[in-house]
Nanobody, 114 residues
């Protein structure tokens, strides 16, 4: 099983990004999938958002209004849209199941600076 995240970039404050996540070796559509992020020097990954098999979603309260999670029609690719990016959003972004049951991928780096 391998998770692959992509879409990270260096952007200015106020910009937007769309991150993507997919997995090989499993049917990702059968899982509740979550996005997490980790800032430099922090061993803890912060939970950002999750999406269920039926498309039901939940976003961390402090991030609502700017972060949107979705998945494609087949359910195998999960997206994280981030609008109005702020410097404090700078982090490596990862996806995994809700219970973090799969091997972690490499993540995708988001850097927000002016």
């Amino acid at each position: 099983v391998q998770i692959v995240e992509s879409g990270g970039d260096s952007v200015h404050p106020g910009g937007s990004l769309k991150l993507s996540c997919s997995a090989s070796g499993i049917d990702f559509s059968q899982y509740i999938v979550a996005w997490y992020r980790q800032t430099p020097g922090n061993q803890h990954r912060e939970w950002v958002a999750l999406i269920g098999q039926a498309g039901n979603t939940n976003v961390a309260r402090a991030l609502r209004g700017r972060f949107t999670i979705s998945r494609d029609n087949a359910g195998r690719t999960v997206y994280l849209n981030i609008d109005n990016l702020k410097p404090e959003d700078t982090a490596a972004y990862y996806c995994n199941t809700e219970s973090s049951s799969l091997p972690w991928g490499q993540g995708t780096q988001v850097t927000v600076s002016s």
